[in-house]
Structures are given as structure tokens and as C-alpha cells.
């Protein structure tokens, strides 16, 4: 079991606007950054968003991210077919010590 | 090319050891603090050790510690993982990742990623 809670999956059509949560606690979201990552199966992970909602050169203005209190949200906008991955948030958690990962949210566009 | 590249994944028995390499190119290395992270088949990403630029200091999952060293070698832009006591949960791809954003753990990121080894852990 994760230390991040995100849903299993998430699925919208082409050009709608999908939110995918991650919960965390007061030790990790609650006084870290939180960032998130994008994977194809298979593939090496990829840096998505950054310090809570920050996007990396590159990185399209249809992501964006946000944070309150011991939560986070990625939200993709005009959905793309491309967009199908799988999503990882991801934080520091101070209590462990370590650095800590969603269980990961796969996106399937209809 | 600024990339990472993994290697010394293998197929090992349940209790035997394993030591797995990461070298980088295309930039500065000892510049930056690193990570390894795993993911085993079907399964989310777990992270599993970082180390600071300078090598002074290490952090692990509870999962690994004990168990497992990281080290790097700036001088020859690599970084390394000495796997002992190896388990069967300890199968998965390993990524090295490089880390950036403040000096400190709590606060950085992985901003390149390797493309992976697999490590695979049976009799």
C-alpha cells in the first residue's frame, strides 16, 4: 500500500478535462512539494509537474497541478489520445524519510 | 547527449548479491544528487535510495535498508547500488534518476531518468 492514495484509473474522451487525485499526509504533501510523473508501460518515467505546479520546458500548458493542505491534483486539459499513461505523484516524506510514491493512476482516453 | 544509463542487471538467487551501475554523460555530474528507483513487474514506482551530490549523504527506503549501499564515483560520473541479502521482492527494473531543486532531499526532484535494469531475484 502507498503512502500517496491516487485512484487506479481515470478515463475521459478526447478533449474533456481530467482531474487525478493524490492524498497524502501532514509529513509528506503537508510540508513538501509534491511532483508528478508520467510513464508508458515499458518505458523510463518522465518529470510532468514539479515543486506542486511548476511544468518543465517542454512539457505541454494543457498540464497543470495544484495543492491544499495534505492534497494534490493533476488536472489535464483537451485531452489527447497521447495522454493515455500511467501518473505517479510523488513527495518527500519527513516521517520516513524517504521519498515517497503514489501507487500510480492509469489514464485511458475513450 | 545529457543521459543515464543502468547496467549490471541479472538474474541472482534469493540471498546472493548483486552491484548495479549507473553512468552518466552530457553533463555535470557531481553537480547533482541521485536516486534509484525500482518498479516491479505490474507494479508502481518505489524509490529506493539518494544520495547528495557529494556523497556525504544517504537516505533509504525501509524496505532496503541494511540490505543495500548506494555510492557514486564522481570522478567517473557514476553511480552505483550494492544489493545484498537479495529477495524475492526485490525483482524489478531499477532506474537511476538525477535529482534537482534545492539542496536538500525534501525538496528535489528526478528531472532525467535511465532507461532501466531488470534485477530479478529466484531460484
Known amino acids: 500500500q502507498s503512502v500517496l492514495t491516487q485512484p487506479p484509473s481515470v478515463s475521459a474522451t478526447p478533449g474533456q478535462r481530467v482531474t487525478i487525485s493524490c492524498s497524502g499526509s501532514r509529513s509528506s504533501i503537508g510540508i513538501n512539494s509534491v511532483n508528478w510523473y508520467r510513464q508508458f508501460p515499458g518505458a523510463a518515467p518522465k518529470l510532468l509537474i514539479y515543486s506542486d505546479n511548476q511544468r518543465p520546458s517542454g512539457v505541454s500548458y494543457r498540464f497543470s497541478a495544484s495543492k491544499s493542505g495534505t492534497s494534490a491534483s493533476l488536472a489535464i486539459s483537451g485531452l489527447q489520445s497521447e495522454d493515455e499513461d500511467d501518473y505517479y505523484c510523488?513527495?518527500?516524506?519527513?516521517?520516513?524519510?524517504?521519498?515517497?510514491f503514489g501507487g500510480g493512476t492509469k489514464l485511458t482516453v475513450l | 547527449e545529457v543521459q543515464l544509463v543502468e547496467s549490471g542487471g541479472d538474474l541472482v538467487q534469493p540471498g546472493g548479491s548483486l552491484r548495479l551501475s549507473c553512468a552518466g554523460s552530457g553533463f555535470t555530474f557531481g553537480g547533482h544528487s541521485m536516486n534509484w528507483v525500482r518498479q516491479a513487474p505490474g507494479k508502481g514506482l518505489e524509490w529506493v535510495s539518494y544520495?547528495?551530490?557529494?556523497?556525504?549523504?544517504?537516505h533509504y527506503a525501509e524496505s532496503v535498508k541494511g540490505r543495500f549501499t548506494i555510492s557514486r564515483d564522481n570522478a567517473k560520473s557514476s553511480l552505483y547500488l550494492q544489493m545484498n541479502s537479495l529477495r524475492g521482492e526485490d525483482t524489478a527494473v531499477y532506474y537511476c534518476?538525477?535529482?534537482?531543486?534545492?539542496?536538500?532531499?525534501?525538496?528535489?526532484?528526478?528531472?532525467?531518468w535511465g532507461q532501466g535494469t531488470p534485477v530479478t531475484v529466484s531460484s
Open positions: 510523488a513527495a518527500w516524506d519527513d516521517s520516513l524519510n524517504g521519498y515517497v
Open positions: 534518476a538525477r535529482g534537482v531543486g534545492c539542496g536538500s532531499a525534501s525538496c528535489h526532484y528526478f528531472d532525467l
Open positions: 544520495i547528495i551530490s557529494t556523497g556525504v549523504t544517504t
